[in-house]
């Protein structure tokens, strides 16, 4: 009975994407995330939007867990796949991040080869992982030395998250119903983090299928 009511509320709930309107997407993107599955977990819906070049800085390799090698490779693959440009930075999984740190590798970045666009978590970290908010800490400073447009992942409540979305952002990123499973697919790479909490999450998460900025 759990399950089939599950299911119903997954489907029901999932009908509602088609009634969103996708933006104009074409650009030169840069993703800043912490860890791998970062970009499937949470920016999903984005990056199948976007259209153009797609860059992803993953500012460690999420080695808190002494994994990080195994969790680098299901980046690296899913990367290959999508055509993803990848970029590993050096910092500890799980450590206290300065965002100066993060402001030098952005440079570095933008240096080397620029962007027009920077996409990441805003200042909750949509988890409220001190990592997630390092990340917007440092895109921020960074966006006051460089004139490009900063866009950052709004964080909802708990029953925004998992339930009935209220939509208040001015931009929105959606997935289709069939599309929707394209994000499980992603997620699906970083085998080595699909504990059962995390089936949960891909199950009812809206961040699956919705992105607000």
């Known amino acids: 009975m759990i399950l089939w009511v599950s299911i119903i509320f997954v489907v029901i709930r999932n009908l509602r994407r088609f009634t969103y309107e996708k933006p104009n997407v074409s650009g030169n993107y840069l993703l800043l995330i912490a860890h791998p599955d970062d970009e499937s977990m949470f920016f999903a819906p984005t990056l199948m939007n976007l259209r153009g070049r797609i860059r992803i800085i993953c500012l460690s390799k999420g080695d808190y867990m002494s994994d990080g090698e195994v969790r680098s490779k299901e980046m690296i693959n899913l990367c290959s796949k999508y055509r993803f440009e990848l970029i590993f930075g050096n910092l500890k999984d799980n450590h206290d991040w300065d965002p100066q740190d993060i402001v030098n590798i952005l440079f570095v970045t933008y240096l080397l080869d620029p962007f027009k666009i920077l996409i990441t978590f805003d200042s909750h970290g ?72 995390r089936l949960i999450y891909m199950a009812f998460s809206n961040y699956m299928s919705y992105n607000l900025y």
């Open 126 to 197: 949509v988890s409220g992982h001190k990592n997630h908010i390092s990340c917007y800490y440092g895109a921020k400073s960074f966006s006051k030395l460089v004139p490009c447009r900063t866009m950052f992942l709004k964080s909802t409540n708990l029953i925004s998250k998992y339930g009935v979305l209220y939509n208040s952002s001015k931009l929105t990123y959606t997935l289709s119903f069939r599309q929707y499973f394209n994000s499980i697919i992603m997620m699906s790479y970083h085998y080595s983090q699909l504990k059962w909490f």
